[in-house]
């Protein structure tokens, strides 16, 4: 569902060039949560933003569903992928309802029954219509991170890119949004690239996962070989030792 072959990127040139992605390879089959994990600043997200075409400048073979992603976006990109963002806060307008910000995708795409739409959309993330009504100041957390995914879903795509969806969230609303994910997974057959530094998440989630450092990929290994400790990077085996107990000899050896 999702090929990513010797993926590239790189900010600014000549003399001031910095690359932030080297040769990322990977490809994730339908249905399947894939992870993507690593410290801050291995180039996670930089991966989910070229693929949300957020990006437009990457060098390489990016393909979903079959089919190559140009150098742009457009409407049938965002019918075929959406993205979850990390803060839903900061990815939700302020002065719009939710039944606007859930509208806005449907008017764009020229798609009718919007409040029939709406409605369903709400009642699959566990929202009822009251919501409507509300702005993102209004609700909380949780609430707000529900209504990103249902803006997210409301176009019906085939991909999910989640970009630590639970990470800006109370550890108590975690397990829940979570739960909704994988429910949400199940029931409409989507294929996710998510994107985490919790190997609880992994855990929790996904079926398979690829570790970065420094805009590179280690390994991919399945999500019980890497619980069974039996990652052959010994990066990997570091992040895995770390999320059982943290100290900073084992911080400074991670960070290279």
């Not at 001031?16 to 996670?44: C, R």
């Amino acid at each position: 569902m999702i090929d990513v072959r010797q993926l590239n990127l790189s900010f600014n040139a000549g003399a001031k060039a910095s690359q932030v992605l080297f040769d990322v390879n990977f490809a994730v089959q339908q249905g399947e949560i894939f992870g993507l994990v690593g410290e801050s600043g291995s180039g996670k997200t930089t991966v989910l933003k070229c693929l949300a075409g957020l990006f437009t400048h990457w060098q390489g073979d990016l393909a979903i569903n079959g089919q190559p992603l140009e150098h742009s976006i457009g409407h049938q990109r965002c019918r075929l992928v959406q993205m979850v963002f990390q803060d839903p806060y900061g990815s939700l307008h302020p002065r719009h309802t939710v039944a606007d910000i859930l509208e806005e995708p449907l008017q764009i795409h020229h798609i009718g029954q919007r409040d029939q739409r709406v409605n369903n959309i709400l009642e699959k993330v566990g929202l009822n219509r009251a919501f409507r009504t509300r702005y993102p100041h209004q609700l909380s957390g949780g609430q707000r991170q529900r209504v990103a995914i249902a803006r997210a879903l409301i176009l019906q795509p085939q991909v999910l890119l989640l970009d630590e969806p639970t990470s800006a969230l109370d550890v108590s609303v975690q397990a829940e949004i979570l739960n909704l994910l994988s429910d949400l997974q199940k029931e409409e057959g989507l294929t996710y690239l998510m994107v985490t530094h919790d190997l609880g998440v992994i855990a929790h989630l996904c079926h398979r996962v690829a570790v970065m450092q420094f805009g590179q990929i280690l390994e991919t290994l399945d999500t019980d070989t890497l619980l069974r400790g039996e990652a052959k990077v010994e990066y990997t085996q570091m992040l895995l030792e770390a999320s059982r107990h943290y100290s900073r000899e084992m911080a400074a050896r991670a960070a290279g």
